[in-house]
């Protein structure tokens, strides 16, 4: 299927009037590739559209994309008014315009934002790496890469000092979850650890980034204990919905050891389980 092909006409004329119209099938295959949902691929493709539509009066450079891309999600989107259809929902919108940074950054089109950004350059190494060394997905590279970022926008050079590094964390801990905990310390390591294959000695701060403590609970008892029995056996007031059935289900685990399966399996027409119930039950009542 062609990239235009698989939108509305007038978004699908929008992007072949525009300076991205070369790119829009490389960039229609990137998201096939990446196993998008036909509908995401769709939106994404609406979203470009509509930025390609308001900025064909701009006639800006490729090489400007990501300033003229915040500048459409910060001004003109909220208070957008292009006529149908256009898509209008901002976190899709930014997804798209995301992706569209990367392919043309992959066709040799880079932003002059990061040209000479010294971070920007390492993360994209550190992104190369996780890609092509580790395999990892996407969203996980995007989330490593958030982290990563952060830290380094506060350190003096690509390799963060012990005293830095420990700054940054016991920042960081003060404002997130113990799980999003977790995956910053995931992405510290991962990212020291490609800085150590460089030949940089990490040794001395792989151990000040520790996992927060993940207890678990605290397992169920093997068995019950006579009193537990007893307890668990009183529990079936007169009141109580199908209190007859869910008596006998219980007679049938303390008195004859049948397993769960078991119980569930049987019906009213067994007789001899009919008849241990019932010897069961006068036991229970004398």
């Known amino acids: 299927m062609?990239?235009?092909?698989?939108?509305h006409p007038v978004p699908a004329a929008w992007l072949r009037a525009s300076a991205l119209a070369p790119y829009v099938p490389v960039y229609w295959c990137h998201l096939v590739e990446r196993c998008y949902a036909p509908g995401t691929v769709r939106m994404y493709l609406c979203g470009?559209?509509?930025?390609?539509?308001?900025?064909?009066?701009?006639?800006?450079?490729?090489?400007?994309?990501?300033?003229?891309?915040?500048?459409?999600?910060?001004?003109?989107?909220?208070?957008?008014?292009?006529?149908?259809?256009?898509?209008?929902?901002?976190?899709?919108?930014?997804?798209?315009?995301?992706?569209?940074?990367?392919?043309?950054?992959?066709?040799?089109?880079?932003?002059?934002?990061?040209?000479?950004?010294?971070?920007?350059?390492?993360?994209?190494?550190?992104?190369?790496?996780?890609?092509?060394?580790?395999?990892?997905?996407?969203?996980?590279?995007?989330?490593?890469?958030?982290?990563?970022r952060s830290m380094l926008n506060q350190t003096a050079s690509a390799m963060p000092t012990a005293g830095e590094l420990r700054h940054f964390i016991a920042q960081?801990?003060?404002?997130?979850?113990p799980a999003s905990a977790g995956s910053m310390a995931t992405a510290l390591r991962s990212y020291l650890r490609l800085r150590a294959f460089e030949g940089d000695r990490v040794e001395h701060l792989l151990p000040l980034i520790a996992s927060p403590a993940c207890w678990r609970f605290a397992p169920l008892p093997q068995t019950l204990s006579r009193a537990d029995v007893e307890r668990l056996l009183d529990a079936f007031p007169p009141g109580l919905p199908s209190r007859l059935r869910s008596y006998a289900i219980v007679r049938c685990l303390v008195d004859l050891g049948l397993r769960t399966r078991s119980c569930k399996s049987q019906r009213p027409c067994n007789s001899e389980l009919n008849m241990m119930l019932s010897a069961s039950s006068i036991r229970q009542i004398s």
């Open 172 to 177: 960081e801990l003060t404002r997130i979850c």
């Open 48 to 148: 470009v559209a509509h930025f390609a539509r308001w900025s064909r009066r701009r006639r800006f450079d490729l090489g400007h994309l990501r300033r003229e891309a915040d500048r459409f999600l910060d001004e003109h989107l909220p208070q957008c008014a292009c006529r149908y259809p256009v898509q209008r929902c901002r976190h899709q919108i930014r997804a798209a315009l995301r992706q569209l940074q990367a392919v043309l950054a992959d066709a040799g089109i880079e932003s002059d934002d990061h040209r000479f950004d010294p971070i920007e350059v390492e993360l994209r190494r550190f992104d190369e790496h996780m890609l092509q060394a580790k395999g990892l997905a996407e969203n996980t590279r995007i989330r490593r890469l958030s982290v990563v």
């Open 2 to 7: 062609d990239a235009f092909d698989s939108i």
